[in-house]
């Protein structure tokens, strides 16, 4: 049931992040926001998943240090200028005037890269795949929303990558790409993988791969961005390596990035009227057990309890044993999304069952009391299948295609989602086409498919993705 939910996004996501204790968004700072312990447990669960992918994957986890010094930051033109107006700086130490300038890191090329310069020898020391998983701070002057928006952004886990050629950037770019879909699908959530365009890529980069999500109000979320760097910032940075023919050459570069946003997309793709439902790979509890209690079979009741959480101690499972009505605790779980629930009363006792409730559906079953282990695993497996697919599913409507501007602009405007159309190439078809149906120009969408240019009536080769975007 998402009804509430479709009718107003933003007050189901702000209502949502406080009362399932995610973030508490009252810190005195704007943009800058509190994890709770159990939203904080939801991103540690969902860290161990791209450390996962990304340490199997042969990259390995390192720390740089947060400030930058302006000579440094300023080296790279393109990326200067695409970030000189987000940045936070430190300009003094106590009471004293810092000499040199220090850059609270918007991202961490510039304190990286001087160091790759001393790093890299020779070809034997490429490539090297390194990432680190930190805060980085960025002046955002657009509104500032919990998760989506941050100007902390506290979960930025960035990859940095060095390679001899550029066909061995272009295969980490492919890599890069396949991690992160892995890593959305381990959480079911769905995404579109496209081309920005040039006017929009990552300063510095020679082009950007971005993931974009679609959110109920049709909205997009960009959740993660892969770019090529090509040898730009090798050439700024003096990032050389001797081939095995004894010549210097420059360096090749990729980076890739993730944010707070994936957790927000997590909550948002899977939620409803009710509250959360968190996929039981990264949720604190996959279930949560509520004893049923009667009068004079309290004690019998709570002896079977203890009993059911020992065979469950494999899976992340909650006893409720507040001194409340049962009725309570089910709508506090559900809010914070516990994919599972077991009530366990007299009743089940005598008959040899538990029910259970699963989030996703709301659907209440009893199961056995024997195997019962292998009955709740089963189940939350179901649940993970379900969420993913349902999302899919839902993702998929929200895909238009449209061979007029009108056509596309109606559909954007009304709030149902992205709009697919033909575009010739020409940065001033794309500006038109960005003005006329009032939306942005996403990318390029990897499938070719011939039709017409929406900006000039040409033959287009290419399909663009467009809508409006967080
Ligand atoms: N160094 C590269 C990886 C980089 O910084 N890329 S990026 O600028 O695109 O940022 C990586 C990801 O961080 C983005 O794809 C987006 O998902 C997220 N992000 C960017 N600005 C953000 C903000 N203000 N709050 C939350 N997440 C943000
Ligand atoms: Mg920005
Ligand atoms: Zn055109």
Request: hydrophobic share 35%; proline share 4%.
């Amino acid at each position: 049931m998402r009804e509430k939910m479709n009718r107003n996004f933003s007050e189901w996501y702000n209502d949502i992040i406080e009362k399932a204790e995610i973030l508490d968004i009252r810190y005195p700072v704007k943009g800058l926001y509190v994890w709770f312990p159990y939203g904080f447990k939801v991103r540690k669960y969902v860290l161990d998943v791209i450390r996962e992918l990304l340490d199997k994957t042969g990259h390995q986890e390192a720390l740089f240090p947060l400030l930058i010094p302006e000579h440094e930051f300023a080296k790279e033109a393109q990326h200067i200028k695409g970030f000189e107006d987000e940045v936070f700086w430190v300009t003094h130490g106590g009471r004293e005037p810092l000499n040199v300038k220090l850059a609270l890191r918007p991202t961490s090329e510039t304190a990286i890269y001087p160091m790759f310069l001393v790093w890299v020898r020779s070809h034997a020391d490429l490539p090297i795949k390194i990432y680190q998983i930190v805060n980085v701070f960025r002046y955002e002057t657009k509104h500032t929303r919990p998760l989506i928006r941050l100007r902390e952004i506290t979960t930025f886990k960035e990859a940095h990558t060095v390679h001899e050629s550029m066909e061995s950037a272009e295969a980490q770019i492919e890599e890069a790409i396949q991690i992160y879909k892995n890593f959305f699908d381990e959480l079911g959530v769905p995404y579109s993988v496209i081309r920005r365009p040039d006017w929009d890529k990552f300063p510095g980069a020679v082009y950007t791969m971005a993931f974009d999500t679609i959110f109920p109000d049709g909205r997009t979320l960009q959740i993660g961005t892969v770019h090529n760097l090509g040898q730009n910032f090798a050439k700024t940075f003096n990032i050389k390596f001797e081939d095995s023919e004894g010549n210097q050459q420059y360096a090749y570069q990729t980076c890739y990035g993730i944010s707070d946003r994936v957790i927000a997309a997590l909550l948002v793709t899977h939620g409803d009227d009710h509250g959360l439902c968190i996929p039981p790979k990264v949720a604190p509890i996959q279930c949560v057990i509520i004893p049923i209690w009667y009068k004079n079979k309290k004690d019998e009741v709570d002896r079977e309890v203890v009993k059911l959480k020992e065979e469950l101690k494999d899976l992340r499972v909650h006893v409720d044993d507040r001194d409340i009505r049962p009725g309570s605790k089910y709508f506090d779980w559900e809010i914070k999304g516990v994919p599972l629930r077991i009530e366990l009363g007299p009743k089940d006792i005598e008959e040899g069952k538990v029910t259970v409730v699963r989030r996703d559906t709301m659907e209440r079953t009893t199961i056995s009391r024997e195997n019962v282990k292998e009955s709740v695993k089963r189940i939350l497996a179901s649940i993970t299948d379900n969420l993913k697919a349902r999302a899919w599913d839902e993702f998929k409507k929200k895909i238009y295609e449209a061979t007029s501007l009108e056509n596309a602009r109606k559909i954007i405007k009304e709030g149902r989602g992205v709009v697919r159309l033909g575009w010739c190439g020409d940065e001033a078809c794309g500006k038109i086409i960005e003005d006329e149906i009032d939306a942005d120009f996403l990318g390029i969408v990897d499938e070719k498919k011939d039709g017409v240019c929406l900006g000039c009536g040409r033959t287009s080769r290419n399909m663009i993705q467009v809508g409006r975007s967080y």
